[in-house]
């Protein structure tokens, strides 16, 4: 089944103890991307990769790292972690440049961190 | 540049029609529409590539005026299963942007 893949679903931590949460895809997608999505927000972009090892940052980067060394991963590095960066992240992945493609979204990660 | 979505939220009768509003202060070469069921990632609705151009699947349709840098979001005939939140987003594939959303709540 294609597909996006986000792990953990769940996830509470405490400030400053660093995290990763994984993204992978099957569908052989050049674009993914990571949001996050906080209530009267809307999905703010925090990073997008074009291809392996091609990244730019989004809207809100700030406090995030990212890497993608193979195609079909993209995992989201929290450094530190503060209480702000609690929310709800969703990844997710496109083929490039073809008309009528939309993003395919993971499952999401709700993160809290305290 | 966030685009603005209108109206922030609507609630409709079964049957009944809506429309959603997104426009941006930047010119659109493009536009994505999404829809968020409660609790669930968003699901890809359909892309504008063209000015003007209208698409669309059963009875959910979209425009896109790039003169005046709108897209409008038009569902005929809501049935109960269009209730959820709608996004538009602007950019490229890769920088993808979207506006803050238009929660639509169909009701029997």
């Known amino acids: 089944e294609a597909q996006v893949t986000q792990n953990p679903r769940y996830l509470i931590t405490v400030t400053g103890k660093k995290l990763t949460v994984t993204c992978s895809q099957n569908m052989n997608h050049e674009y993914m991307s990571w949001y996050r999505q906080d209530p009267g927000l809307g999905l703010r972009q925090i990073y997008y990769s074009m291809n392996v090892e091609v990244t730019d940052k989004g809207d809100v980067p700030e406090g995030y790292k990212v890497s993608r060394k193979e195609k079909r991963n993209f995992p989201l590095i929290l450094e530190s972690p503060s209480p702000n960066q609690t929310s709800l992240y969703f990844c997710a992945s496109s083929l490039q440049g073809r008309p009528g493609y939309g993003y395919t979204f993971g499952s999401g990660t709700r993160l809290t961190v305290v | ?108």
């Open chain 2, 1 to 108: 540049q966030q685009p603005v979505q209108s109206p922030q939220a609507v609630i409709l009768r079964e049957g009944e029609d809506a429309v959603i509003n997104c426009s941006s202060s930047k010119a659109l070469y493009s536009v994505h529409w999404y829809r968020q069921k409660h609790g669930e990632a968003p699901v890809f609705l359909m892309i504008l590539l063209k000015g003007g151009e209208q698409k669309g699947h059963e009875k959910i349709s979209a425009s896109f005026n790039e003169k005046k840098q709108q897209s409008s979001l038009y569902l005929t005939a809501s049935q109960l299963s269009y209730s959820g939140t709608y996004f538009c987003g602007t950019g490229n594939t890769g920088k993808l942007i979207f506006g803050q959303g238009t929660t639509l709540q169909v009701k029997p």
